[in-house]
């Protein structure tokens, strides 16, 4: 059984800095492209980051966080990392790692989500 797990949430005051991880574990065959989204209370899911597996990788972010989160993965460990810095109240929302993975229990690759992580910037 294929699981994304996401770490790293919490309380941070304005201007502050978290780091996101999302580890993907179970029978995988393949791991391509990787996803941070957010949901903030009321609104949208929306994209955030996105890295593939392509060497070099390739990175995309969302406007409002260009300059401020940094998406990384570490292959090896299966991992995805969000950096977030300069955290501001609008930051705040339930941050979800999603990933492309061709599990061995799977005829063809898919999305999977975790279960998704709470991040509040606030005073």
């Known amino acids: 059984q294929v699981r994304l797990v996401e770490s790293g949430g919490g309380l941070v005051q304005p201007g502050g800095s978290l780091r996101l991880s999302c580890v993907a574990s179970?029978?995988?065959?393949?791991?391509?492209?990787m996803r941070w989204y957010r949901q903030a209370p009321g609104k949208e899911r929306e994209l955030v980051a996105s890295?593939?597996?392509?060497?070099?990788?390739?990175?995309n972010y969302a406007e409002s966080v260009k300059g401020r989160f940094t998406i990384s993965r570490d292959n090896a460990e299966k991992t995805v990392y969000l950096h977030m810095n300069s955290l501001q109240p609008v930051d705040t929302g339930v941050y979800y790692c999603?990933?492309?993975?061709?599990?061995?229990?799977?005829?063809?690759?898919?999305?999977?989500w975790g279960q998704g992580t709470q991040v509040t910037v606030s005073s």
């Open positions: 999603n990933a492309v993975i061709f599990a061995a229990t799977d005829l063809a690759p898919r999305d999977y």
């Open positions: 179970g029978s995988i065959l393949s791991l391509s492209t």
């Open positions: 890295i593939t597996n392509s060497v070099p990788v390739e990175t």
